[in-house]
């Protein structure tokens, strides 16, 4: 039975995804099997992994699939057994174990979730066999105390596991001795006995410049610290968690192509980008709402979406649907993934109101598609073939929705006998269900060919992997690694 650690945050985006994906390739270097778990996550950025005992795949957050990669095994769906992404300000999707248990408002789910916490032991302890570490990824704050009653994400976890707790806080966005030194006072006894040191994240410059602030804590809490981590520049290079993040991730240098995202409300599998992003020669900006699309973008890409309706209104309202129009007609390019491939079609139909509520509305018209809604969720690891290009395609899907129509009749993709995705007469406007499409480095290539941008010699994977190694190595500088592993129990 593997032994595990935790790692709690002071607050929501202090980092610890990142960290703990790093930890967990800096316990594969030392020879360890490690795996990474997430009791609760919430977000529309999810993967595919394996069900245990099933033939059949289910979900998790892609945080989880990039940790399970740094551990160097596969993912499945009990690295982060309760999934909820968000279709409204109201509502989510609860993904129990991989599979979904239908729609919950907010307040539904906090009074209920305390029942989650079966499913969640049983992926632990299952998770547990067979390692010899498991690292485990809070949720939002052990803090806020309010939730603590029903908790399954932090110390609800920790103390029923008995599973020991590192704190990290985050010194980038300020008052990290208040947030570290004001967890602890708010914590009730049980909780904090469970806290057996903190990490400072994110420090920028001269690491000795905090040896005061060390100091401070341990004389306001008492706790070891296991290290200062500094700014991780390598983190850029992996699949980002949250779509909070997507602004600050747009590039300013100046480069070939322009590539052009809205920020839907609901937006989803934003790391699709990533390839792209990761190419010298091509900058992708993350569009927010209240801003125009820009008029020298080469190529604009409709992202996925958890609620594919309601962002096509969402679209709407701030105008990109004309800015899209007035791209198509200078001959610029639209791709559309999953949710943005069913907006560009004709319509959309959603008749039993899976994403939302009920309902047809009309859809870009920029592709002659048409979506309608259905109950079964595809989920599927893929391997494929462009027709256009004569290049592999690994990929996934994870959508609802059949779209049929004459642009049908020339696919993106095609697996096996199976024709995928639709394109336009003149090949400008096209759109998939395949995720994954521009980390397939033979398809990336010949696509941003036709760009005239040469792609960089490393593959997307391989760049990925050696982001990881980079990170573990400066965390086995900067970390006191070998107490962190012999604090866990």
């Not at 778990?37 to 977000?43: I, V």
């Not at 289910?58 to 009990?78: H, K, N």
């Not at 890409?301 to 958890?306: Q, Y």
């Not at 920029?366 to 969720?377: G, H, S």
Request: hydrophobic share 40%.
């Amino acid at each position: 039975m593997a032994r595990a650690i935790m790692l709690q945050g002071t607050g929501s985006d202090v980092g610890k995804s990142v960290l703990v994906a790093g930890l967990c390739r800096m316990a594969k270097r030392r020879g360890l099997i490690v795996r990474p778990f997430k009791p609760q996550n919430m977000s529309n950025n999810a993967a595919i992994a394996a069900i245990p005992g099933s033939s059949d795949m289910g979900e998790i957050g892609r945080a989880q699939w990039l940790q399970a990669l740094a551990c160097g095994v596969a993912p499945t769906v009990d690295m982060n057994p309760v999934l909820i992404k968000p279709e409204s300000d109201m509502g989510a999707q609860l993904v129990v174990q991989g599979r979904s248990r239908g729609t919950a408002r907010a307040r539904d789910y906090q009074r209920s979730k305390g029942a989650l916490m079966a499913p969640v032991m049983e992926s632990f302890e299952r998770l547990r066999n067979g390692a010899d570490l498991v690292i485990v990824e809070g949720a939002g704050s052990p803090a806020e105390i309010n939730l603590r009653a029903r908790d399954i994400a932090n110390m609800g976890f920790a103390t029923q596991t008995d599973v020991p707790v590192v704190l990290v806080g985050d010194i980038d966005r300020g008052g990290v001795i208040a947030a570290l030194a004001g967890t602890q006072l708010i914590l009730d006894e049980a909780d904090r006995r469970m806290i057996v040191g903190y990490i400072v994240n994110k420090f920028r410059g001269d690491l000795t410049l905090f040896d005061d602030g060390i100091h401070a804590i341990h004389r306001f809490t008492g706790w070891q610290s296991f290290g200062v981590v500094p700014w991780l520049a390598e983190a850029h290079r992996l699949p980002p968690e949250d779509s909070v993040t997507l602004a600050r991730r747009t590039s300013s240098v100046p480069a070939k192509l322009r590539v052009a995202v809205p920020m839907l409300s609901r937006i989803a599998n934003f790391d699709d980008l990533d390839p792209l992003s990761a190419e010298p020669e091509v900058e992708v900006t993350f569009v927010p709402p209240g801003q125009r699309l820009p008029g020298d973008a080469g190529l604009v890409v409709l992202p996925g979406s958890k609620s594919t309706i309601g962002d096509l209104d969402f679209l709407r309202r701030q105008g990109w649907d004309e800015d899209l129009k007035a791209h198509r007609q200078r001959g610029g390019h639209i791709v559309g993934l999953c949710g943005g491939y069913q907006m560009l079609g004709r319509s959309v139909e959603d008749p039993e109101g899976f994403e939302g509520v009920p309902g047809r509305v009309e859809g870009l018209g920029l592709l002659d598609i048409e979506t309608v809604m259905q109950p079964r969720k595809a989920l599927r690891e893929v391997e494929a073939v462009s027709p256009r290009y004569r290049t592999p395609i690994n990929g996934y899907e994870i959508h609802i929705g059949r779209t049929v129509g004459p642009d049908c009749a020339r696919p993106v993709a095609m697996i096996g006998d199976r024709a995928e995705g639709a394109m336009s007469q003149d090949g400008r406007v096209s759109g998939t269900y395949l995720h994954g499409l521009f980390g397939s480095d033979p398809f990336r290539a010949r696509f941003l060919g036709e760009f005239g941008i040469k792609t960089a010699g490393a593959g997307y994977r391989d760049q990925v992997e050696q982001a990881l190694d980079d990170i573990a190595r400066k965390l086995e500088e900067h970390l006191d690694c070998d107490a962190l592993l012999a604090a866990a129990r």
